[in-house]
């Protein structure tokens, strides 16, 4: 697992080699599609593609954190190994990215929405692999001024929105909307060459904006839930736009489509009304929220969908992590990935393609002082906190409960701490951690 694992590679030729786009959308609860199981959101278009191919149930962000999460899905690395532990450090230069890969195999490449690992000239979308940019740097940004106003008081608010290098103004404007056009443009404008699509909306994530024809389509939910539900309906449209022009232009058969969240839903005050934690996103059943490796803080929904080779109408329980994507397309694009670092991910095709088991034998997560891992159906976590939004939730568990060993097959919620039942078990998992948290930090 802590070695660098290259799976077989079978060259293809170029004239045939997918496309690939990535959909991320941003604070993202577990239950919160209605192939999730949710009955008051409307996510048709998401819930299409996951018939369309495979939807994971036991899919994980590498972090319950934004920036983390991004450079485990760019990178193909633990969060740490890339550089990026928390939020607020920028990707370095020196990590090598899915779009720089693709890109020297002759992909067009773009990222639509939001990047969150860097803004100087070296950090930017552009300086790692990506041809085109439209979006912010920051990690959120007011979706109508495209304004950053969470710094103060270290830094004063400012206007985060750029084309490429550029900044440029569309005041009034919906961001999420935006998004989505800018990516059906660059399908438009590269349908004759393979091309690498990044579209991360910032929709769930505060602050909590969405034109009222979106919010007029729940007229029976409680405030909060009504105004998450309008911002995820406005990106499910947008990938319904972004699948009808794949399949307008006759580019869907041969486009590889991967979708998830970035992390869990969140209970931070910010996003909620009058100061009270947020209830609009769920992560029915699991335990915790943003911030916690609960499984709530980074199980995410995912989806794969690749009509020319992925199979429809899949529910895969075997694990999955952001970190695999990045084998897993340059196997899919038969490239080799990088040989001069060592990459945790591991190619997943074979789970979509032929039914085989998850390629991981245990996944390792570390995160504001708390650490985890998962083997199997056992989830160990040491220092855990639940990011309830109550007022002690960002408080890690002390005493018995700080080694928190479940079984995640009989209990999803991670209700019941099991580790005197099976100490050996939580003995195992403990050294696991600790070696690989040794390991990880050298790189």
Known sequence: MLASASAPMVRTPASSRPNFIVLYTDDHGYHDLGCQGATDL?????????????????WYSCAPVCAPSRAALMTGRYPIRAGVPANGQALRPTERTIA????????????????????????????????????FHAGCIDFYSHRYYWGEPKTVNFHDLWRDRAEVFENGRYMTEMITEEAVRFIRANRARPFFLYCPFNAVHYPMHAPKKYVDRFPGLEPDRQMYAAMLAAADDGVGEIVATLEKLGLRQNTFIFFAGDNGATRELRAGLNQQPPRGGSNHPLRGFKFSLFDGGMREPAIM?????????????????????????CAAAGIAAPSDRTIDGRNVLPMVSEKARSPHEIVFWDSGGQQAARRGNWKLVLNGMDADGSATSRERLKGEDSVFLSDLEADIGEKNNLRRRHPRIAEELTEAIQKWREEVSKA
């Open 100 to 135: 720089a890969l693709l890109k020297e195999q002759g992909y067009a490449t773009a990222i639509t929405g939001k990047w969150h690992l860097g803004s100087t000239s070296d950090t930017a979308p552009n300086a790692h692999g990506f041809d085109y940019f439209f979006g």
């Open 42 to 58: 409307k996510t048709p278009n998401l819930d299409a593609l996951a018939a369309s191919g495979a939807r994971f149930t036991d």
């Open 305 to 329: 969908s690749w009509p020319a080779r992925i199979p429809p109408r899949q529910v895969i329980s075997e694990v999955g992590a952001t970190m695999d994507v990045l084998p897993t397309f």
